[in-house]
């Protein structure tokens, strides 16, 4: 684990945001923005446990988190204490193993370069505070600068950065998720649930052995994406996946190949603020059925789709 | 442009405005320079990437949409919008999830499967903004491609093609929402919760 892929990824990084421009920030609110760098920084480096609520549509779940932090990693898990009784855990995180996502919301030292990054793709404002969970917080509102991606509402603990509560918000101010503690207790002592009956260890992207699933026949890209998108991976080759965020917002793409044509066609199915795009399409004449999956909206799954093609 | 503008016309390539707000864009469409100017140049931008020939673009879509509407109202046929709710409590379709495409096609997707027919939907019909999931995109090499973002002319689908359509993006969204999960996990600032919204947690 010591070979943590987000060395890699770090360097990559590093590249992009050298070569974008320095601009200034228009109406950015620029304590929202250290919040946000509080939020990414901070949230690996604490040790807590709580129970929140998740509402899709007429959907609600509740969920146990618990996070432990020590000196040089952090372990977590999530529970599903309704519907299907899932545990998710995760094996020590390195602390300094910080992914692509991560970094784009530690704005600090970009900010001093005067340099917007995420700040061109959202407005970002403190409008307020509130309690949750029974603790004080700072509200920030999350606007999307473009009709790719959606808004948001985060609530993040005034002490701690923590994301205490957050609402996805799509268009018409329509909130489509809606996630918050409703207890949270910051101490080791993580309580122990009954009636688990699947656990998923969750899994690390390895950059030196990347796990090719479902591999496709041939090198395929993706050549658009919205404003401020990067892969989570570094590297691709055949995989039947590619993964983008822009630091709030993530989708993943799927390519199948067919082994036989299919009418061309699309379908959609949508769950809270995830969008799961279907399209059967045919490039440089070869049948293939490519997948979007993701919290973005319709329209980028859309025009992502269009912009696969065979790479050489 | 306004911010309320902007959103409708998002509302509208999402496919999920109501009558209201396609009422609202289209009367913008055809007055506001401006929102005209938007429509098209999503669809050149689309357009583009498909390596399609610019020359074809020169329309103006937002009467191609009004009169696709008009269409759609004087046939008396299926409303422009369908609400959310409506969408998800749609009765789903029989067939079982099956574990690949193929096995799909062959289950559920009799109408997805037949290609071969050389005019596979009728390009003079009646265009219609159709509430998602719908729409054929035009994807044949030859032909050039109609620009789409929900809102534009696209050959009406048959029901049965765009129910075997749906329950794909269903189907898939079940087999794939936990990988996209490991990922988003780690690059979003909700961490571990989206493992929450796959649907069957797999060991």
Redesign the interface.
Known sequence: MSECFCALTFTLLFITVASVEAATCPDTDALALSW?DK??RN?QQLSYHGV?T?Q??GDL?V?Q?SHLESQDDSS???I?LTG?G???E?APHPLDCI????QL?RMGDALQASDCDMARQYRFSVVGDGRVAGRDTVQIEVVPRD?YRFGYL?YLDKETGL?LK?ETI???HKVLEK?QFARLSYSEAVPSVNGIV???Q????DALNPAI?APVSRDWGV??LPRGFMP??TSFGTSG?R?Y?D??????V?L?D???????????????G?T???????IA?EPV?V?I???V???TA??VA??IAWEH | MTDDMRESLSAVMDGEANELEMERVLKHAVTDEETRATWTRYHLARHSLNGGSLAHLDWDISEQVRSALLEEHTAGSAPVSTGFKQRVLRPMASFAVAASVAATIVIGGQQIAQVGNADRYDRNQAVAISPPPAGIVNIEGANPVQASYGMQSIPVLQPTTRTAYRDLAEQRLNKYSQQHAEQAALNSPQGLLSYARVPQIRE
């Open positions: 946000l939020m990414s949230s929140a998740l899709r549509g779940q969920l988190f977590e898990s999530l599903k299907q899932a545990q998710v995760r992914h692509p996502g991560q919301l009709m985060l994301l957050s799509g268009h018409g996630f699947v656990s998923h969750a899994k690390h992207p699933s050549n658009w989570t991976d996946r993964t965020t630091g709030l917002a993530v989708f993943s799927f199948e067919l082994n036989r044509e299919m009418r061309p066609g699309e379908g959609l199915v949508r769950q809270g995830t799961s795009y279907t399209r059967g399409m045919l004449e059925l997948t999956v993701g919290e909206p319709v329209n859309r025009m269009d912009s």
